[in-house]
């Protein structure tokens, strides 16, 4: 104890002479990096938490500038379909502490053309969405494969991390050897998995519109058996068994999906579809140009999941013990 207590004297003098100059503070000290309680005084884990969710995102093309600001609060990042930010957000959206995830939609791109598109800053590239529809980007798990080497190329380029082909189950799905594959995501996925093996994958999308949290729960799980970060880069609550679905009950499934989302470890992001659609009732987060609809609102204050951060240590700490 007595070593110990030498120690800490030592090293609290040392960087408090650095701060006049007259020494230096080695910062890989064990003292240096040192989590105070909040009792302490100093700063605290609540003082340098996040402020919104590190996971939470949009999925969402057609922002802007106004969007941007009454989204920001709690969003970090979103991602439009395509390489690139829309242009009125393009030289906002970093300042608002909001991220932007390119993708590439299909495979028909150079990777001149995509390493062009995409800006700087970036730090994921999106696969495919949804390969395994023909409505979609219609694509066999071998030709998805076969493409990969052109996301490879820009991820090399830029520095970024590639997420698989974005799947759900599909209705008009793809055609193999002259049959349309099962439309269970997890066959396209084996299958491309089989066909492209080597090839960096750091992520796996995926996509779900059912209204029930357990569900969502056990489609995850299903995505599991491939060990990567999972992000659900579409869902709500779009198909409710034939019963009518009402802002209700949009508010009652994303409070409960957000909840699981945000404590799950396997999903690291996740991003509510949309900002305005049409497609399925009372989904949309944005009414008028930089107005939030009650869904909007609910969305950007839900709670998240803060993860512990290590607070700096402050030496002037010591002498007051």
Not at 4 to 22: D, E, M, P, Q
Not at 104 to 125: E, F, R, V
Not at 204 to 231: D, Q, R, T
Request: charged share 15%.
């Amino acid at each position: 104890m007595l070593k110990r207590n030498a120690r800490r004297i030592i090293a609290t003098v040392a960087c408090l002479l650095s701060l006049t100059g007259l020494a230096a503070c080695d910062p890989t000290d064990e003292l240096t990096s040192l989590v105070l309680p909040e009792s302490a005084g100093v700063l605290s884990a609540a003082a340098v938490a996040p402020a919104k969710s590190i996971k939470r995102g949009l999925a969402y093309g057609h922002h802007s500038a106004a969007d941007m600001n009454v989204l920001s609060p709690g969003m970090s990042w979103w991602y439009n379909w395509s390489p690139k930010p829309e242009t009125a957000v393009a030289a906002i959206y970093k300042s608002k502490n909001v991220s932007f995830v390119p993708m590439s939609w299909n495979g028909a791109t150079t990777a001149d053309q995509l390493a062009a598109a995409i800006p700087d800053g970036a730090q994921y590239l999106l696969g495919p969405n949804e390969p395994n529809f023909k409505s979609q980007a219609n694509m066999t798990p071998v030709q998805t494969a076969a493409f990969w080497p052109v996301l490879e190329n820009v991820a090399h380029r830029k520095n970024l991390k590639i997420g698989a082909p974005a799947l759900n189950f599909c209705g008009d799905c793809v055609v193999v050897n002259g049959q349309p594959i099962a439309s269970d995501p997890i066959v396209y996925m084996d299958a491309f998995m089989a066909a492209c093996q080597g090839c960096q994958i750091d992520f796996i999308p995926v996509h779900w519109y059912s209204c029930w949290v357990g569900a969502l729960e056990w489609y995850v799980g299903k995505f599991k058996k491939y060990n990567k970060p999972i992000w659900v880069t579409e869902f709500a609550c779009g198909d409710y068994n034939g019963n009518p679905i009402t802002l209700q009950v949009q508010k009652d499934y994303m409070s409960a999906a957000i909840d699981y989302l945000e404590h799950e470890p396997a999903v690291a992001r996740y991003s509510w579809f949309s900002g305005r659609n049409n497609e399925i009732p009372f989904i949309n987060l944005l009414g008028a140009d930089g107005q939030l609809t009650a869904l909007g609102q609910l969305y950007v204050t839900l709670p998240f999941a803060a993860a512990p951060k290590r607070v700096p240590f402050n030496p002037w700490q010591l002498l007051l013990q």
